[in-house]
């Protein structure tokens, strides 16, 4: 099912991360998530005349919801290339960017996606549906190791190794092509306490194997310090430890490793400064509101 731009997704923290961005009457900016644009929608609210908004997103359904402003540029692509892009329109610098690096609520809700357990769906978990190896592909051809670094690297699960064995087991005899295979194949390994908890994060380690996505942000982010002008601000929602402690660390050490370089009189030398240094999370309205932001936290930083 198609969704409108109302429904694609509810837009998390949306004042918050806008506001964060200080947007200027005439500066360009990137929403790297463009979505449902709920978020790009604001900011062009508050952009003047000779401001300029580039929207990117991967998925092809994205583009039901493009804009119709002639301040808006929509690029279908992986945020990774943003620097490519902005050579490509010769863009130098950047005002603000906006990354809200949650999946959307159409992706969880297409039952044809894979995304979610609620359905028996194609083991597909694709952002790009155009390429690209597939979860199953992931499943089905990775060794015992690899998926069982996948399962503890991207997902944290403490019984990696056990379940990547049970699903080299199982796909001898044969392959794993549907959620429902792999979560039949799979709830026997988890307490019965923590199953949809256990089963949230092999779902999200194996998304983030298929679309790279701890790659990709980091070479977003790298472009996103290069290409902010001082003053730019970078805005940024997360929803879970592994993407938080990138961002975290770029905003603070200007590096996804946290490596922290000191000048000469002990100075951190960073390419950004942090505006909160507490993290900014939804209020109990917005959760009230949409349960599914409940673990979005924002960072905002600007470049020094």
Known sequence: MVKTAETYHIPVLLKESVDGL????????????????GHSQEILRRLGGNGHLYGFDQDADAELNIVNDDRFTFVRSNFR??????????????????ADLGVSSHHFDDES???????????????????????????????????????YLYGELKNARKLAS?????????????????LELTEKLFAREREKKE????????????????????????????LLK???RLSVITYHSLEDRIVKNVMRAGNA?????????????SPLHLINNRV???????????????????????KI
């Open 230 to 232: 001082p003053g730019g």
């Open 199 to 226: 089963e949230t994060k092999l779902f999200q380690a194996l998304r983030i194997e298929v679309n790279h996505e701890m790659d990709a942000l980091r070479e977003m982010l790298k472009g996103a310090c290069q």
């Open 166 to 182: 049970s699903l080299v087991r199982a796909r001898q005899e044969s392959p794993i092509t549907t959620t429902g295979q792999l």
């Open 113 to 151: 996606r894979g995304f979610s357990f609620r359905f028996d769906a194609p083991l597909d978990m694709r952002m790009n549906k155009r390429a690209g190896m597939t979860a199953a592909d992931i499943v089905n051809t990775y060794t015992e190791e690899q998926l069982a670094d996948v399962f």
């Open 81 to 98: 290339y943003l620097k490519n892009w902005m050579r490509y329109y010769e863009v130098e610098q950047l005002d603000g960017l906006l």
């Open 22 to 37: 200080d947007i200027q009457p005439d500066g360009i900016y990137v929403d790297v998530t463009f979505g449902g644009g």
């Open 257 to 269: 490793e946290g490596k922290v370089e000191q000048d000469f009189f002990g100075k951190t030398k």
């Open 280 to 302: 900014i999370v939804p209020s109990a309205e917005e959760l009230e509101r949409n349960p599914r932001s409940r673990s979005a936290k924002l960072r905002i930083a600007e």
